[in-house]
Structures are given as structure tokens and as C-alpha cells.
């Protein structure tokens, strides 16, 4: 699968995407600090799916009604690096076909698949 990988996510999460065979793409490694809709743009126009921990990209996707690739959004109590690399391969394992065109809430207590 093809990720683009948002700074507040962090480098574990795009290390992690990357040596389980993924295609990941970092904001911080390739375009650092760019703002949230370009970020969208870029993973529309690539076919990719967003992974975050910054909410706005609900607002972006629900109340703006930007068209997405998919977005995994992650509300975490906690932030470390090594929670982040948890959940991204318990939704990969979880929910991984269904990845594609949804919108993905993840918190360490449940997962939500939002279709569009």
C-alpha cells in the first residue's frame, strides 16, 4: 500500500510502514512543515492514504469536504513512538482492506471504519 506519513506522526511510523513492504512517503523527510490541505492534495493526486495524529484533517474531510485517498487518524492517550508503531500494524492488521477510500479513527480501545 501506498502512505503518506504526516510530520505529527512521527519517523517510527514511516520506518515501520517501510520495512513491512509499504510505500511510505514522509512530510518531514520530503516537504517539512506543509500545511494540511497541500498534504491531502499530494495523497489524492498519488493515490495515497494519510497518516495522522492531527484531527484538523476531519475538518478538512467532513466539514470542507476535500476528497481524500483515505485517512488514518490516530487519537492516542499515549503518544509515544512506540504506541504509534502498535496501532499502525494492529489497523494494518485489522483493517487493512479496508483502507482505501475510508476514513480510519484509531484509539488504543477501538477502531472506526467511516466510509464516505
Do not use: W
Amino acid at each position: 500500500m501506498k502512505f503518506v506519513v504526516d510530520e505529527s506522526t512521527g519517523d517510527s511510523v514511516v520506518a515501520e510502514l517501510r520495512r513491512l513492504g509499504h510505500d511510505a512517503l514522509s512530510i518531514q523527510e520530503t516537504f517539512p512543515g506543509l500545511d494540511d490541505p497541500p498534504i491531502l492534495d499530494i495523497a489524492v493526486t498519488a493515490d495515497r492514504i494519510v497518516v495522522t495524529n492531527d484531527k484538523d484533517f476531519g475538518e478538512l474531510v467532513y466539514r470542507s469536504g476535500l476528497p481524500h485517498a483515505g485517512v488514518i487518524l490516530f487519537r492516542l492517550d499515549d503518544e509515544s513512538a512506540g504506541n504509534r508503531v502498535r496501532m499502525m500494524r494492529e489497523v494494518l492488521q485489522r483493517c487493512g482492506n479496508q483502507l482505501k477510500d475510508n476514513f480510519i479513527v484509531a484509539t488504543e480501545r477501538k477502531i472506526r471504519v467511516r466510509r464516505p
